[in-house]
Structure formats: C-alpha cells, structure tokens
C-alpha cells in the first residue's frame, strides 16, 4: 500500500521559513516524479514544485528564489525548504507522487496535506 505522509507544517510569521517533509512507502521511490501542491480556501490546487527522477527540478513563478525541492532516495524523502513566506503562501500542502511510462502506463498518489499558514 503506497502512503505519502507529509510533516512540517504549521503557524509562522511573515518572512519566516518552514521546510515540509514528504515520506513515501509502498513504492519504488526513486522512479518517481514527486511534486508539491497547495490548495488555499475556495482556490484550485496548484504545483508548487516538482522533482523529477532524475533530479530535474520546477518552481511556479510565484515562488521561484524562495523555495527549494530536493529529494533524498535513500530516505525515501522529499523536502520543500520556504523561505521568505508571505501570507499568500497559506494553504494546505500536498504530497504528490506521479509516474508516466513512455508506453502509457502512469500512477499517481496524493498525501493527507498539511497545513501552512503564514500570519502575524
């Protein structure tokens, strides 16, 4: 059974950081794409940030220079590091593991979120 749980979130001032965690299992980890998305109040979820398999990694402009993905295999982790958060930033952060096979095969599995919230 594949689980992705996330931890680090939680209350912090504006120009504060927090650093997410994503712990996966039940699955080959390091052939996975994962990936960061938010979801604040009456709002679509958006990508925040992704890692590919490879390493290769992606930010949404509204984030680029603040946050950093990066991924460890051995530990079966992905962090997301925030720095210089802006109340914009509050939302809850989900965990995203996606796998896309040249043949077409793909799979995809979602975390429980946590939450951010960015407030003075």
């Known amino acids: 059974q594949v689980q992705l749980v996330e931890s680090g979130g939680g209350l912090v001032q504006p120009g504060g950081s927090l650093r997410l965690s994503c712990a996966a299992s039940g699955l080959i980890f390091r052939i996975y794409a994962i990936n960061w998305y938010r979801q604040a109040p009456g709002k679509e979820r958006d990508l925040v940030a992704g890692v590919s398999s490879g390493g290769t990694t992606n930010y949404a402009d509204s984030v680029k220079g603040r946050f950093t993905i990066s991924r460890d295999n051995a530990k079966n982790t992905v962090y997301l590091q925030m720095n210089s958060l802006k109340p914009e930033d509050t939302a809850v952060y989900y965990c995203?593991?996606?796998?896309?096979?040249?043949?077409?095969?793909?799979?995809?599995?979602w975390g429980q979120g946590t939450q951010v919230t960015v407030s003075s």
């Open positions: 995203n593991a996606d796998r896309r096979e040249p043949w077409g095969y793909k799979e995809n599995y």
